[in-house]
């Protein structure tokens, strides 16, 4: 029987941070970077409220939430758009901006919704060498033709936890020719503190080629609501309002979203926990000849290349203890896994079942 015919789509579904075992409350999941404190105090209280109006539909341009962001993040109101998670920003952005054959530059290791909105719009994905985990500049250049659209750049980079410094990322708008849209994705900026990094949005706000993406995923504990927004030119804005889905930002995400920024305690609390929590955790792994990116982010990138042991059998072994972490797999990075930091408790817990693994082996 012959049936309608569907496009053919070469691209491998995302495949979430494991949590098959979700049912089993006794695993602790150190895959997916999730907020390692929860929620803010007053989200907890909106959770609370029974009250809540769910039969009307959402304000289709979060303009309670965007006002919040606007004070918050001292930007501008009319040059934010909320998404369900910025994942469905990045796919409005490959809509508006990608045509059959046109290019797509990414760094190697890359956050894999890029590559993966990228395709599913006909566009060409090609990636840059990055230089020990680093994303390298001069290779996202040579990377350049006339046909390239977008470059995408998560800063600090997921997976690897390796960023871009300020005088980097003005270097690298310089030199990218003025068409081409330079997209910076924040996801973990509140995580870093060096002296030397400035989030995307602080540095190039005012940039009418620059598109910038933040979430509530990560630090505010929001990932299962799907909230995220962009921020860019009012042109770029409008345009995207245009294909934006009607109601793809629900009234409770944005509810909780409005309080969770405004929350600068809980931000600090979380920020101080996990600079701790990830400098203690990079230092056991240390004598074991585990090195790691320094903490930018919530998560380290365990390289295991002078371990005595490969990083496929101690993921095994994490899980026999009931810890999961991400395999790099899909990243293609050989001999290495990403663990989140998690809260005190699982913290302890890891660093006790690791001591006891190299005890063993
Ligand atoms: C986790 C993450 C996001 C967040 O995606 P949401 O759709 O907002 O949950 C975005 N970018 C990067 C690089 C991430 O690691």
């Known amino acids: 029987m012959s049936v309608p015919k569907f496009k053919n789509i070469n691209i491998q579904a995302y495949k979430p941070g494991k949590s098959e075992i979700k049912k089993d409350k006794n695993y602790i999941k150190l895959s997916a970077n999730e907020s390692s404190l929860g ?16 039969n009307r539909y959402p304000d289709s341009k979060s303009e309670t939430l965007r006002r919040a962001i606007s004070k918050e993040a001292k930007c501008d109101f009319n040059k934010i758009i909320c998404g369900a998670g910025s994942d469905e920003i990045i796919q409005m952005i490959c809509q508006l901006y990608l045509n059959n054959d046109d290019e797509v530059i990414l760094p190697e290791y890359s956050f894999l919704m890029y590559r ?9 994905v090609l990636f840059s060498k990055e230089v020990n985990f680093k994303i390298s500049i001069e290779n996202i250049l040579k990377k350049v033709s006339k046909k390239t659209k977008i470059v995408f750049i998560a800063n600090p980079n997921n997976p690897t936890g390796t960023y871009l410094n ?7 708008r310089k030199k990218l020719n003025k068409k081409i849209l330079l997209v910076i994705d924040d996801a973990y900026h509140e995580y870093n503190l060096k002296k030397d990094y400035v989030s995307g949005l602080e540095l190039f706000k005012r940039f009418k080629n620059v598109f910038i993406l933040r979430t509530f995923s990560k630090l505010y504990g929001l990932a299962s609501l799907r909230i995220g927004w962009g921020y860019g030119d009012k ?6 309002y245009k294909i934006k889905p009607p109601f793809n930002v629900n009234y409770f995400a944005e509810l909780c979203a409005s309080k969770a ?3 600068k305690i809980f931000v600090k609390k979380s920020v101080r926990h996990n600079l701790i929590w990830g ?22 990138l365990l390289n295991f290349k002078n371990c005595k042991i490969s990083s496929k059998i101690f993921m095994d072994m994490l899980l026999k203890n009931k810890i999961i972490v991400r395999s790099m797999k899909e990243y293609k990075i050989k001999n290495c896994l990403r663990l989140s930091i998690g809260n005190s408790f699982e913290n302890k817990y890891l660093l006790k079942v690791v001591k006891k693994i190299f005890k063993n082996v």
Do not use: D, M, Q, W
């Not at 929620?39 to 909106?46: A, E, F, Y």
């Not at 909105?117 to 566009?123: F, L, N, P, T, W």
């Not at 300020?166 to 690298?172: A, G």
């Not at 990079?282 to 930018?296: A, D, G, Q």
């Open 279 to 300: 400098n203690k955790i990079k230092k056991l792994f240390e004598n074991y000849r585990i090195s790691s990116n320094e903490i930018t982010s919530n998560f380290l």
């Open 39 to 54: 929620v803010s105090p007053g989200v907890r209280k909106i959770f609370k409220n029974k009250n809540l109006v769910i």
């Open 166 to 172: 300020k005088t980097e990322l003005i270097y690298l």
């Open 235 to 240: 042109k770029i804005i409008n345009a995207l």
């Open 116 to 124: 993966i909105y990228s395709k599913i719009v006909g566009a060409k």
């Open 261 to 263: 920024i405004t929350e």
